[in-house]
C-alpha cells in the first residue's frame, strides 16, 4: 500500500505563488521508481491533469500551465512537489497526488494511489 499526503494549500491573490507538497510512504513503494502526477478538480468540474514527473525525471504539464507551474521530486525525502506561480482565479481547486500509474499519463482513472487533496484557492 501506498500512503501520499499533500500540504501547502492556501489563499493566495491573483498572481501570488504557492509550493505543493506530497509525502510518499509505504512498505514496498520505491519512490524513486514511481512516476508521480499532480490533477486538480474544482467545484462542478472532473478531476483534470495537472502535471507529471517520470521516475527518470521528465516532466509533462498541462498547457493551462505550461511556464507558470514547475513540478519536482526530491527522491532522498520520498516527496514529490508542485511549485505554482502566477497564480490565476481558475486555478482554484483540490490539488491531488498520485502515482501507481497503470495507463495514459494524463487520464485520472489510470492512477492506483492518491492523496486526500490540498485546497487552493486563488482570489481575484
Known amino acids: 500500500q501506498v500512503q501520499l499526503v499533500e500540504s501547502g494549500g492556501g489563499l493566495v491573490q491573483a498572481g501570488g505563488s504557492l509550493r505543493l507538497s506530497c509525502a510518499a510512504s509505504?512498505?514496498?513503494?520505491?519512490?524513486?521508481?514511481?512516476?508521480m502526477a499532480w490533477f486538480r478538480q474544482a467545484p462542478g468540474k472532473e478531476r483534470e491533469f495537472v502535471s507529471a514527473?517520470?521516475?527518470?525525471?521528465?516532466?509533462y504539464y498541462a498547457d493551462s500551465v505550461k511556464g507558470r507551474f514547475t513540478i519536482s521530486r526530491d527522491n532522498a525525502k520520498n516527496t514529490l512537489y508542485l511549485q505554482m506561480s502566477s497564480l490565476k482565479p481558475e486555478d482554484t481547486a483540490v490539488y491531488y497526488c498520485a502515482s501507481g500509474r497503470r495507463s495514459d499519463l494524463m487520464d485520472a482513472g489510470g492512477y492506483h494511489f492518491w492523496g486526500q487533496g490540498t485546497q487552493v484557492t486563488v482570489s481575484s
Open positions: 514527473i517520470m521516475w527518470s525525471s521528465v516532466t
Open positions: 509505504g512498505r514496498t513503494f520505491t519512490f524513486n521508481k514511481a512516476d
